[in-house]
Structures are given as C-alpha cells and as structure tokens.
C-alpha cells in the first residue's frame, strides 16, 4: 500500500494560509513574470497528487467553489471537452496537463483553482477533495524493467513493457573484438542521480487572451519563446489559437540552466483558463512544486568498460546505461538523440573503438531529461569517460595526468573523427592540461600528498580533461519537434546610424545584450552602446529555437556576425555610389568605407545609413537592414582541464575542495569577463552535484529532496575560490571563431572532484564512489577501510 507522506512540504496540499507570511513568496520588483500585473487579473494554483501511481476515483470541487474569490475549478474532464487534456512532450511523448483517470507521479497536476487572488487560489486547492485508490508504484528502472512489473502507460494501448528506447551508437563487433585483445580492462558502475536546476526564480507565467480581436499574449518562462508558440498552435490550433494571434513574450525568467525549457502543464491550464474566462491568469509555482514537479536531470545508471594495452594505450570503449526518465518522456533533447549527445563519450581521447548503447525507461516519477546547464547528457558522457580513466590509471598504476596525455587526440588530428560519429572541431588537448598542471603545482602537489599520506592525512588530487559538444546545431541533424534548429538574427540601421539587433535566443542573465552588442559592433563599426539588443518577444524577434545547451554563441551569435556582413554588403554599395566609385575599389575598416589608395576619401557608416534613407542609388531599395537564418555547418567542441585538489577530514568524512584550477578552451572569446563569470557559475554548479545535490524516491515514490532543507544548493560556505585560465583554440567553422562556453564548467567540474575524492583514498583500494559526495559516503568509506578517526 502506497503511503503519502503528509508533511507539508509535499506539493501543492498543505501550504494554504501559511503562505500570507511566508517570505519566500515576497520577491523583488523588476521584469519578471511574478512581477506582472494586468487589469482584473485573476490567479491560478494547482491541487497536486500525494500519491506517485493512483487512480482518480473522484474530485468533488463542491467546498471550493464556495471559498469566496474562488471562480473555477479546473480538472481533466473540463480540458477533455477540448481535447486538451493530453499534450505532446518535446521528445514526441504524451504528457497529461491534467489527469483524467490516474496519476503517475508524487506532485503531479490534478486540478487547478482559479481565484482573485493567490491565497484565495491556494485555499480553494485545499478544498478540493479528490479520492484516489493508490496503484503499485514502480521507482527503480532495473526493476522497471522486470516482466513482472506493472505496466505504467495504461494509455498507450500497444504498450506491453516499460521501455520508452533503445539507443545505440558505435561498432558492436569491433569493440567487442578490442576488448578481447585487450592487455588490460577495467569496469565500474556509476550512478548521476537525479537533481534539479533549482534556480532561484521559479515557473510561471500571466496568459492574457484579449477576447476583443482574439489575441492570446502569454509572459512565461521559456527559455525557447518561438517554438513555445509554434507547439502552442500546433496544440490549440482546432480550439482557434492559430500561430499568428498568439504572442509568446519571456521577460526576464531568472535561472534557466535548460529547466525553462519544457511546456509545463501549468502554462497550459493557465491558457486554456484565460482564453474560457477571458481575462489575464497568473500561475507562479512555488519552491516544493518546482523541485517536484518540474523536469529533473541525469538519472543516468552507467555500466561502463574500458580496454588499453599495458603501456596505458586506450583501445576501447563500451557503455550500457539505463536513463530513468519518469512517466513520460519529457526530455528537452534533438528528436534524433533520444539519448542526447551521450555519444561524446569517449571524451578527449583517440579511442579506435567504442559502442555505447542507453535504453530509456518509464517510472513512477516527475518525468523529464533536461539538459541541466549541459548540451544534452555531456556531462552524464563526461563524469563516464573522466572517472572510468581515473579508474584504468589505478588499474595499471599510472599517473592520472600520463595517462591523459598519452591518450589524447593530438592537436594535429584535428578536424578529428570520433569512433561514435561525431567530427570534432579543433582542439590541442595537451596544452590545457599542461597549463593547468603549472597553474596547479602539480608536480609539488604530488610530493605533499605522499608526505601527507605518511602522515596519515587525506589529500587527492583530481584531474578532468573534457570535451564538450554544443551549438545545436546543424539542421541535417538537429530539430526540436521538427523544427529544425538554425538561430537568427535581424539588424536594422536607423537613419543616425544607430542599431536595433533582434535574436531568436533568449537570454537568462548570460550577457546577451552586452556579447551580441559587441559582435555588431566589431562587424559594423557602430559602437556597442548604440545597438540595442532585443530578444524573447515572438512578435518582433526573427524564429529562433532559444537558448539552452550553450547554443548561442554557436548559433545566434554566428547570425549576428552573417546579419552584419550583408548590412555591410549593402553599406558598401551605397558607399560606392556616395564616393562615386566602384564597389570594388573600396576598403573596408571598422565603421568606414574608404577609396583604395585615397583614405581621405571614405564615408563612415553613419554617413552610410543616413544616405540609406535620404540618398540611396536609384534601383536599391532604401533602408539598411538585414536578417540570417544560420544554419551551423558543424557543432563546436570547446574543452577544458580541470585540476581538483581536495582533503578530507577523516572525523567527520566532510570533503573540502581546498583549490580548483580550471583551465577553459572556448575559442575566440567575445567577452572575457563575462565568459570569466560563466565559468564561476559553472564550476558552482558543478560542484553541487559532486558533493551536494540528489533527488531520490522512498519505495512508494515518496519524493525526497522536495525543499531546500534537504535538496541542498552550494552556498558560499563550501564555493572554493574559484582559479581559471584560458587556452585559445578557434573554431574553423564558425564565423568569428567561437564556441560556445555556457556549460563547460558545469560539465568538467564534477569528475575533477570525484577523481580527487577517491585519489586521496585509492592507496587502500578505494576506486570509485558515486556523486554526489556526502560526508556520510565517505565516512563509511573511511570505517570499512580502517581510516576513520
Ligand atoms: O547559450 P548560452 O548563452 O547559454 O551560452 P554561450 O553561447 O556559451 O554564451 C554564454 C555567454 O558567454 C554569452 O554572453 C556569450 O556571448 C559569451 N561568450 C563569449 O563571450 N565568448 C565565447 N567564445 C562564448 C561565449
């Protein structure tokens, strides 16, 4: 029998009037979607399910709607008249926006409550009664998998088991037969568990459906606007939502980090309540349903395997992982990497063979996927390939760091082809690991930690040399849904020679504004502070697939470079024609045109947009604009060398990460400083997960990790201070040279403190230990091996 803990820090049952005092519903002004207030709004909550697998017996909306304020009570059956009860998910799976016969997760929607106001709306959820007859509950995807476990998807009528894929890259045979060959082989299973973005800034949005001349304008969190409004017409379109009435705006979101990704149901309830109501509705989630209900990350049980000769050659590779993604798959992925970009597994190193297979599973949980500050499962790829070579380097006695640069893909190799498909960029390894080492002290570190093992201290010193893979991404490959994943950029040059630049991404705080400024300003000459950037409203800004998974750079940012190169085609004409020459005596420098040989004579590119609307050639058009579409020929694959260097107090089993080097390769870099910040942030993030953050499920799908008592976020306390570098090595393909930074560190970080944990404990055969790394993991470790005090 299932049994639902009661505590009120589960969902949306319990919060009611507390909420009034509560400061974490007091936010600051600004843009963001709480902040927006529109005449005669009305507020929406969300009663959610305190079972993880139940069927709906009954809900009796009676005592709610007699809370005064309440207006409405919202369930499955309301939406099924409209045939809006289900939806798609990004991955082409269904999702419920409300539940017509069970539910199939702990916080699940299962009615909203329309009121006047917030507190209103919370005391009508609690006077909701819903009756449930709690299922068998299904929380283990090994088990999952079992022929004798329940079948989850009752609505998927073909549906005989719970796998949702089976995905596979590489050349089975052929590894096979390496590994045979093999001198040495290790294995080691590792387990990423399940976290959370957690940002600051919940969910939510304002839906305003202007009954008047039919127009639905939504202000939501969306990290990906355009294709938000494209799905919602797609949806809504037989209820007549069509594209062109609807308006997507993304204020300011707060945190995205790739949960702002997905359409939640509570968007679609909010909608469908506006557009039947005719008046703005507000939902903005609160902190337990978000780490609850929104989409989680990684969950990924890795059984990996690697083969080399005795001289620490690498040979081969082989991955079999089982990706829990919940009820359904709501993974923010490329339709065609139901597993992501997994497939850059074998990492940095020339690795001949390799076969990396994932199966998919449904269970009992909040469903999800996300690409949590990462392109798509690269840092679950990562944490694999990183910490399986820590565990070869013990295997043959090597050092960690010789062992890396016997391995890696030499500089030479480049554009170089991975054993699983991918044709990465450019890249010089080695230097980034050289240049960490010195930053370090490697050698001199070495030296201390035997000195400090004789002793009886724990020190480790871990080492992670990752290669990324963003900027999806080429439209041969890449879609969302279908819609194929270039981003764009439209520039208009006003009569004084001032800019309006618009993007198809969206910014969370990354710096767009400030980074794409400087791209047009370095194209076109106008200085950065008189280009005003503008993203996030679907009625000005050109179609765009959003930003997520360090895809900016790669994509809008090149869209920006190619909208200023045919502006400045265009500039060029008008020039010649203002200088009376030919367009191809002209020279071009930043902001001006100038007459071969002649520098007196030239026109700046004031003079030159000011001519576009005043004096332009008969038979040009007037104006001085431009849009891209790029379409990325490649992805981009910035890398990096991280060095960890760690002690762990053998009282309490607390480990503490006393410096961090982080050594970073992004390309041509447009900002520094603001790549600089990216990377701090990243490292935080990365260190979360290696030594703080999980969301695991008691046996009846009990969440625990539902608040910030126990999902525990890095504070200052434990953020080292951060050491960072840089190596420059361009991307070949992409306009100015960039690859994308956003994620590296997020992705590198965590199997450089891993690596560090169990090097201060393999002198007594420690080999591996699973993020994320608790004092009570390692005090066990310290007691089974005789070295706690
Ligand atoms: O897609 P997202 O903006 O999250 O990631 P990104 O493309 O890696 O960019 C993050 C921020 O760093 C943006 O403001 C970029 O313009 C900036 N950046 C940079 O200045 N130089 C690079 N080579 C890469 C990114």
């Known amino acids: 029998m299932t049994t639902p803990r009661t505590s009120p820090e589960i969902s949306g049952m319990g ?107 919370a005391d009508g959820v609690e006077a909701v009664e819903v009756e449930y007859e709690p299922l068998p ?163 990924y049980h890795i059984h990996a395997e690697l083969a080399a000769k005795k001289d620490g050659t690498m040979t081969a590779l082989r991955i079999k992982t089982l990706a829990d993604h919940g009820y359904t798959d709501a993974a923010a992925n490329p339709s065609k990497f139901p597993a992501g970009l997994f497939s850059i597994c074998t990492g940095s190193y020339d690795l001949k063979n390799a076969f990396a297979e994932v199966d998919g599973v449904y269970t009992n949980k909040a469903p999800g996927g996300i690409a949590y500050r990462c392109s798509f499962r690269v840092t679950e790829a990562v944490h694999c390939i990183e910490r399986i070579t820590d565990v070869l380097a013990q295997e043959l006695k090597m050092d960690p760091a010789a062992l890396r640069m016997k391995n890696f893909i030499p500089p030479e190799k480049f554009p170089y082809k991975s054993a699983l498909g991918w044709e990465y960029d450019s890249g010089n390894y080695p230097a980034a690991l050289r240049k960490a080492m010195d930053i370090v002290g490697y050698e001199a570190l070495r030296k201390e930690q035997a000195e400090k093992r004789a002793r009886g201290e724990l020190m480790g010193i871990g080492i992670s040399s990752f290669t990324e893979i963003v900027g999806a991404g080429p439209s041969k490959h890449f879609d969302i849904l279908g819609l194929k994943m270039f981003d764009s950029c439209e520039i208009r040059v006003h009569p004084t020679g001032k800019a309006m630049a618009r993007f198809g991404t969206k910014s969370q705080g990354q710096g767009h504004e400030t980074t794409y400024a400087q791209i047009i300003a370095e194209e076109l000459g106008i200085p950065a502070a008189h280009v005003q950037v503008e993203e996030g409203d679907t009625d000005t800004a050109p179609y765009g697939l959003g930003t997520y998974a360090s895809r900016s750079t790669p994509t809008a940012g090149a869209a920006g470079a190619m909208a200023a190169r045919k502006v400045r085609e265009k500039a060029k004409k008008i020039a010649a024609h203002l200088l009376e020459c030919s367009p191809d005596d002209l020279v071009w420098e930043p902001g001006k045109f100038s007459v071969k040989g002649a520098p007196g004579r030239s026109k700046t590119i004031q003079e030159i947009a000011l001519a576009a609307y005043t004096n332009h050639p008969q038979g040009m058009e007037a104006g001085l604009e431009a849009v891209s579409y790029y379409d990325p020929p490649n992805l981009t694959f910035p890398f990096g060398s991280y060095i960890a260097v760690v002690d762990i107090d053998r009282g309490t ?137």
Not at 20 to 49: A, C, T, W
Not at 692 to 712: H, V
């Open 653 to 789: 089993g607390a480990v503490k990460v006393r410096r961090f080097v982080a050594v970073d390769d992004c390309g041509n870099i447009i900002n520094p400083m603001i790549v600089d910040g990216q990377i701090h942030g990243g490292l935080t993030m990365g260190l979360a997960p290696a030594l703080l953050e999980e969301i695991s499920y008691d046996d009846d799908g009990n969440m625990i990790g539902g608040s910030f008592m126990d999902y525990l976020v890095p504070t200052a306390m434990e953020t080292p201070s951060w050491e960072t570098d840089k190596t420059v090595t361009p991307s070949p393909h992409h306009p100015f040279g960039a690859k994308g930074v956003g994620e590296s560190a997020t992705v590198g970080a965590p199997p450089a403190i891993a690596n560090a944990v169990v090097d201060a404990l393999s002198h007594v055969g420690v080999r591996h230990v699973d993020i994320p790394i608790t004092p009570e993991k390692v005090w066990r470790l310290l007691k089974e091996h005789g070295l706690s005090e």
């Open 15 to 121: 919060h009611s009037m507390k909420r009034k005092e509560d400061p974490r519903f007091i936010r600051g002004r600004g843009n963001y979607v709480d902040d927006i207030q529109l005449p005669g709004m009305l507020h929406m909550d969300i009663v959610r399910s305190p079972y993880a697998h139940a069927k709906i017996k009954s809900i009796n909306s009676e005592k709610a709607l007699k809370v005064p304020g309440v207006l409405a009570v919202i369930t499955g059956e309301t939406l099924a008249k409209y045939n809006l009860h289900w939806m798609p998910t990004l991955m082409s799976d269904t999702q419920m926006v409300l539940p017509t016969e069970k539910v199939m997760y702990q916080g699940q929607e299962v009615a909203a409550v329309i009121a006047t106001d917030r507190y209103t709306a």
């Open 137 to 299: 509950v299904v929380v283990d995807p090994f088990k999952a998998l079992d022929p004798s476990a329940p079948v989850l998807r009752t609505d998927k009528k073909d549906k005989k088991d719970n796998r949702i894929f089976h995905w596979q890259a590489g050349d089975r045979a052929a590894t096979d037969k390496a590994f045979e060959e093999a001198d040495v082989t290790v294995t080691q299973d590792m387990y990423l568990p399940r976290i959370h973005v957690a940002s600051i800034e919940t969910c939510g949005c304002v839906a305003d459906f202007d009954r008047v001349n039919g127009k639905l304008t939504v202000y939501m969190t969306t990290q990906a606007p355009h294709a938000v409004r494209t799905v919602f017409a797609l949806v809504a379109g037989h209820v007549g939502l069509s594209e062109e009435k609807i308006r997507i705006v993304s204020p300011d979101i707060g945190g995205g980090f790739g949960g702002k990704v997905p359409v939640y149901p509570g968007y679609v309830i909010a909608t469908a309540a506006s557009v039947v109501i005719g008046k703005p509705v507000k939902w903005v989630e609160d902190r337990m349903e978000n780490l609850q209900a929104d989409s989680f990350a990684r969950d």
